[in-house]
T-cell receptor, first 110, second 112 residues
Framework: GEDVEQSLFLSVREGDSSVINCTYT??????LYWYKQEPGAGLQLLTY?????DMKQDQRLTVLLNKKDKHLSLRIADTQTGDSAIYFC??????????FGQGTTLQVKP | DADVTQTPRNRITKTGKRIMLECSQT?????MYWYRQDPGLGLRLIYY???????NKGEISDGYSVSRQAQAKFSLSLESAIPNQTALYFC???????????FGPGTRLLVL
């Protein structure tokens, strides 16, 4: 079945780069997404990548997609304390539904 | 004003009570979704609707029901709440054919 896996926790120092990884199983996914959830808040779409792309860059965010290995990553350059949040990877299934990973809690230490 | 709103934002109820969570949207989207979030499990889909007359079960629909009263409104009901339904509930909307789902702010539910 469809499954999305993420590690649960990542801790970095302010100013370092953060890399959050995700693996998925549905090779027919058209889009893959990264959502951010700040404490006590809803989900905010950070970025998404179309499945025929390898990379997408948006300011401090870089998304890399390895379709062969079904591996998605989100790199945050110059990580700030305001980046502390839970980051969810998601794929869209062939029925149009989103399948989410468990979420990676990013802790940024000053 | 927020495009996707949920009411209430917080709710405490007792085991066995019936409760309803409401979701409204002003985005004009045809698709609406209900998810629940539990720590370490991510978001899981409860029900979804692609149009007013369309209702579909998601991954974890047992113990829940929904009503799509209008294109802009999608309600989630817990007929007889139980403690393991304590969670954060999110509504989302999407326009069919487009790639993005937009989430409401969430309803935090505690069942005692």
């Amino acid at each position: 079945g469809e499954d999305v896996e993420q590690s649960l926790f990542l801790s970095v120092r302010e100013g370092d780069s953060s890399v959050i990884n995700c693996t998925y199983t549905d090779s027919s996914s058209t889009y893959l997404y990264w959502y951010k959830q700040e404490p006590g808040a809803g989900l905010q779409l950070l970025t998404y990548i179309f499945s025929n792309m390898d990379m997408k860059q948006d300011q401090r965010l870089t998304v890399l997609l390895n379709k062969k290995d079904k591996h998605l990553s989100l790199r945050i350059a110059d990580t700030q304390t305001g980046d502390s949040a839970i980051y969810f990877c998601a794929e869209n299934s062939n029925t149009g539904k989103l399948i989410f990973g468990q979420g990676t809690t990013l802790q940024v230490k000053p | 004003d927020a495009d996707v709103t949920q009411t209430p934002r917080n709710r405490i109820t007792k085991t066995g009570k019936r409760i309803m969570l409401e979701c409204s949207q002003t985005k004009g989207h045809d698709r609406m979704y209900w998810y629940r979030q539990d720590p370490g499990l991510g978001l899981r889909l409860i029900y979804y609707s692609f149009d007013v007359k369309d209702i579909n079960k998601g991954e974890i629909s047992d113990g829940y029901s929904v009503s799509r009263q209008a294109q802009a409104k999608f309600s989630l009901s817990l007929e007889s709440a139980i403690p393991n339904q304590t969670a954060l509930y999110f509504c989302a909307t999407q326009q069919g054919g487009e790639e993005t789902q937009y989430f409401g702010p969430g309803t935090r539910l505690l069942v005692l």
